[in-house]
């Protein structure tokens, strides 16, 4: 399929690109690596007579430390995530959870922002970022504003970001020294989406959980927070029936659609597999 034609637009300041985006208004669609939109304007599922590409913005790209925080530009590729020293460093889960997007190709382009922005469920980086408590940096015409991504993703597709909104950067408080984490991820072959999969950053202290997060992708129409299933756990020794305990938490607020992934009482089970299996690799790494 080709997709309709369209107006290319090459903005090279963010403010340029909201301009534009604000005298386009619904006829404007912001481009980043095109992994996600190419493919639905192929399939004349969106038709946008105008695409914004967000590539020549400088200032869109790379990470860079800010004091206890990680701020990540919009526009930084999948594969500069992974190949990134200073994230391997400081938050080595974006770099195990980049390699487990799609396939090079696909990484090459797609960008973290694309990923976080465009509302799906399926993709990786949201229910991490939720789980990581990042904040989403936005701008838009009435200028900057700053949203927790456990607040931003509204419905499936639906974000806190406005028409003409662009999302300049993801900033993550660094998870502390010592850290354990794991991304598990469950799908039918290379470069598919989840067919459901869990993020995991913890902490112990004295043998004992001293803090716990957990983020699910793509077993609900939004990316989840397993906040009760944290909760249990934190304070435990992690043993066995109190994991058991946590794993039925999270797979209770898990409400997955029934699709070629499976029915959607095996897609909550394997959620539960995925998180059994992130929480046990996340705890091997943990120091204390
Ligand atoms: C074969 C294939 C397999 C894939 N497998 C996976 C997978 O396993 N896991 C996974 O997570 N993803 C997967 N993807 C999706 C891929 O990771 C996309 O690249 C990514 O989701 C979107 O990023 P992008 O930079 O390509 O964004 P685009 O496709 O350019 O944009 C996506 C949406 O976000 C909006 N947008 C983009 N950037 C911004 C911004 N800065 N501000 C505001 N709005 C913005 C666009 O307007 C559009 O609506 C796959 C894609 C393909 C083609």
């Known amino acids: 399929m080709i997709p309709?034609?369209?107006?290319y637009h090459r903005p090279k300041s963010v403010q340029e690109a909201i301009g534009l985006l604000a005298k386009l208004g619904d006829d404007g669609r912001a481009?980043?690596?095109?992994?996600?939109?190419?493919?639905?304007?192929?399939?004349?599922?969106?038709?946008?007579a105008n695409l914004i590409d967000l590539a020549g913005i400088a200032e869109l790209k790379g990470a860079r430390a800010d004091g206890n925080d990680i701020v990540i530009g919009a526009m930084t590729t999948q594969h500069e995530l992974i190949g990134s020293d200073l994230l391997a460093a400081k938050i080595p889960l974006l770099r195990e959870v980049a390699l487990q997007i799609a396939d090079p190709q696909v990484r090459y382009l797609g960008t973290l922002g694309g990923n976080v922005a465009g509302g799906d469920p399926a993709n990786d980086m949201p229910a991490v970022m939720m789980c990581l408590n990042a904040t989403?940096?936005?701008?838009?015409?009435?200028?900057?504003?700053?949203?927790?991504?456990?607040?931003?993703?509204?419905?499936?597709?639906?974000?806190?970001?406005?028409?003409g909104d662009v999302l300049t950067a993801v900033?993550?408080?660094?998870?502390?020294?010592?850290h354990g984490y794991a991304y598990e991820k469950l799908k039918r072959k290379i470069g598919d989406f989840a067919t459901a999969a869990a993020a995991v950053v913890l902490t112990m202290k004295g043998g004992k959980v001293e803090t716990c997060s957990i983020g699910l992708t793509n077993v609900a129409p939004t990316p989840l927070l397993a906040e009760e299933a944290a909760k249990i756990l934190i304070g435990s020794a992690f043993d066995a029936a109190t994991v058991k305990r946590a794993v039925t938490a999270a797979e209770a607020i898990t409400t997955p659609a029934e699709d070629a992934r499976g029915p959607a009482a095996y897609r909550?089970?394997?959620?539960?597999?995925?998180?059994?299996r992130a929480l046990a690799r996340a705890k091997s790494l943990a120091k204390g």
């Open 4 to 7: 309709g034609s369209f107006n």
């Open 31 to 48: 481009l980043a690596g095109g992994h996600s939109l190419i493919p639905l304007m192929k399939l004349r599922l969106t038709t946008p």
């Open 136 to 163: 989403c940096h936005i701008a838009g015409k009435n200028g900057e504003r700053r949203v927790a991504a456990r607040q931003f993703y509204q419905g499936t597709y639906v974000t806190a970001l406005a028409a």
């Open 171 to 178: 900033r993550i408080p660094v998870p502390a020294a010592g």
């Open 268 to 276: 909550t089970k394997m959620a539960g597999v995925m998180l059994t």
